[in-house]
């Protein structure tokens, strides 16, 4: 690889743990009969249902918001189940609870590491009121699905086509760092260079690989900053 100029990220689950918040989200909902096991098991469906939606818009080249993907798989999960709960309220408490999610141990001393060095900016898949508000504190543009009615990797590729346009810089030039495969799949096919976050030790089973992987954002920015 070569120098970086930009240091794109992804959030959730690369800056901050929103599993942190599963309990709460929940909890609400199942009342008397919450479990971490249910939450677990009702997380999961609910998690299936929003990959599943925003697929199937991706496939048709349009676009959903988080709000509207998410209410739809609580409809869905709640029908499933048998919960009579609101689905307003519960997507209201959801994004509120991503709002409130926890930074990982090595999020802050890397995030004050690279913004010394780097053009920064954060690409999420996601709606502006679900995100935390912590990355204000420091010079990182944002750019949401919601802002460019779109998701990394989509048949558009917008959110990272405006990164590379905000820049002005080569592709190449920027690396994007994430935990999922749109992440790396969206990156690449914008000829930006990908860092693939494997927090967990899983392996990677698509064609189309991450050019550095890393098991922490310290060892990612090792591995960047050895470039300079």
Known sequence: MQSFKVISLDMFQTLVNIESRRSAVWRPILQQTFSEARALQLGKQLLSRY?????EAREAGTFISSREIYYRGFQSVF???????DCEQAVDNLFAQHRLSEMYADTEAFLQRICRNYQVCIVSDTDDLM???FYRNYPILLFTSETYQSYKN????????????HYGVEPEQII????SASDILGA??????SCWLNRNGQPWELEVKPDVTAGTLEEAYELISSEQ
Do not use: W
Request: with cysteine.
């Open 51 to 55: 990959y599943a939606a925003a697929c």
């Open 79 to 85: 029908q499933e189940s048998g919960l009579d709960y």
């Open 131 to 133: 995100l935390p508000e």
């Open 154 to 165: 989509d048949t558009h590729n917008r959110m990272f086509t405006e990164v590379i346009a």
């Open 176 to 179: 994007h760092i994430g935990d």
């Open 188 to 193: 690449a096919r914008a000829g930006i260079k």
